[in-house]
């Protein structure tokens, strides 16, 4: 099929995104995945696009509006899109006050729960997570904790995100020496295998027990479509939603866990003015929402 920019226009300069194109591409990208831009992000908007305008031969912002509409080409490059409009700043072991309760009880605790239940199943969703820093980490925590005695329990890590791209990397699992930066030296010796380039790869036991799925958490039947939890784990994603998506993916993440199951956020949002349905656990330097008492 021929594509509705078919011509080899080249750029001589580059271009300004004008308000109209600015509010159109908003509203695709709101309509699309959820991501609000505020007015004081446009210019933000302009920077991160203008490669594509330039990959795709394009001279404005409208034509890219209009190639994201109509094109054939258009479901590929809204993977390019979500690459572009989100931030994949991670690292393991981020934010170590949240894991720090994870691994001093509050995962033993789920455990013996499911335990008294006859159960010897958990399963945690890591919602947002990149290039698979997050699930990995929590994959290396659950073994820290449990030791000898995960082989004996069916321990399952579904990981997420919008971005077809960084799921590619997730699961590949090599990584470079910055993305260890706050990983302490004896889980990077005990799960790392350190390969060319000085690059670190997760090894096969923490690995096989994450997978990777792209998951647009605006889409309910994408949701829907994970197994119910006992653990969430979506930090810095609520930030790129206005008000009502946040509810919406709030809503759906009460829904899919278990009653007794946590909700962690990240340690600079909040769910004030967006639930009461959690119960907010007070802990040394963060907060972990429960659902129930």
Known sequence: MTSFFDGTSVLEKSPTI????????????????GIYIADNRKYLLENRLLNRLKV?????????????????????????????????????????????????????SLLDSQKQRGSRELHIWSAGCSTGEEPYTLAMIAHEVLGPQLGGWNIR??????????????RKGEYAPYSLRTTPSHIKAKYFDQVKGGRYRVKDIVKQMVTFHPINLKDWAQIRSVRRSHLI???????????????????????????????????????????????????PGTIVYKKGT
């Open 233 to 283: 784990f979506c930090r810095n994603v609520l930030i790129y939603f206005d008000e009502p998506m946040k509810k919406q993916v709030i809503s759906c993440f009460y829904g899919n866990l278990y009653q007794g199951g946590y909700l962690f956020i990240g340690h600079s949002e909040s769910l004030h003015n967006i639930s009461r349905a959690f119960t907010p656990q007070h802990y």
């Open 18 to 33: 004008k308000d109209d194109e600015f509010f159109k591409l908003r509203g695709f990208i709101y309509d699309k995945c």
């Open 157 to 170: 890590i579904s990981a997420s995100d919008l971005s077809e791209g960084v799921l590619v990397s997730a």
């Open 56 to 108: 795709l031969g394009l001279n404005h912002f409208g034509e890219y509006y209009e190639y994201l509409k109509y094109d054939p080409g258009a479901r590929q490059e809204l993977k390019a899109l979500y690459i572009v409009i989100t931030t994949n700043e991670t690292s393991f072991y981020r934010n170590p006050a949240q894991l720090k309760i994870l691994e001093d009880g509050l995962l033993q």
